[in-house]
């Protein structure tokens, strides 16, 4: 059972569009965080929120961690081709274990 | 620095073998994780090591065990192994509050077992 809910599960969009990828919970975790994996490579952090209501901007990506602490989005401005990958919300809750969401497959085509 | 070194990077074996996968931590890093990703049900923790402890540890049956060195390397071991346990194997290292920085992920280790 998925703890962390990912939709949606699959995006294609044309380079220069926007996308919003999102990653819910019923549970309440001590840290959010974003990855990006590319194939046969391992998951890469783009960011860790902690505090609720926290919004962070890193170039074209903008992260938002929900009031609650249980939800959060991932936006990003004006795609690029560099940016397809496969998008993975994590949060931790006990010492050192991350609980994954399913992931979003983003395929920006140029 | 160098990051999260995993060894070896591909792996083929047979049902019924044995295996120990390595994984040697950011200079460091005294936390090390690991995970287990396959198509159907994604990222799954397996268990945590800090100071040569296990700390915490996911639903994985006994087969499934690790330890941890003086010098944070650490190795996961799979016994009796079985078709389902061909997966993707990560670890990952964090200094001991993980959560205020996030882990950094090895490039894993590809095991199939045939």
């Known amino acids: 059972t998925q703890l962390l809910e990912q939709s949606p599960q699959f995006l294609s969009i044309q380079e220069g569009e926007n996308l919003t990828v999102y990653c819910n919970s019923s549970?309440?975790?001590?840290?959010l965080q974003w990855y990006r994996q590319e194939p046969g490579e391992g998951p890469v952090l783009l960011v860790t929120v902690v505090t609720g209501g926290e919004v962070k901007k890193l170039k074209r990506l903008t992260f938002q961690f929900g009031d609650a602490r249980k939800d959060s989005s991932l936006h990003i401005t004006a795609a690029q081709p560099g940016d397809t990958g496969l998008y993975l919300c994590?949060?931790?809750?006990?010492?050192?274990?991350?609980?994954f969401g399913a992931g979003t497959q983003v395929v920006v085509t140029p | 620095k160098a990051g999260v070194t995993q060894t070896p990077r591909y792996l083929i074996k047979t049902r019924g073998q044995q295996v120990t996968l390595s994984c040697s931590p950011i200079s460091g890093h005294r936390s090390v994780s690991w995970y287990q990703q396959t198509p159907g049900q994604g990222l799954q923790f397996l268990f945590e090591y800090f100071s040569e402890t296990q700390r915490n540890k996911g639903n994985f049956p006994g087969r499934f065990s690790g330890r941890q060195f003086s010098n944070s390397r650490s190795e996961m071991n799979v016994s009796t192994l079985e078709l389902g346990d061909s997966a993707l194997y990560l670890c990952a290292s964090s200094t001991d509050r993980g959560w205020t920085g996030g882990y950094t992920f090895g490039s894993g280790t590809r095991l199939t077992v045939v």
């Open positions: 994590a949060g931790e809750g006990s010492w050192g274990k991350l609980q």
């Open positions: 549970s309440v975790f001590s840290s």
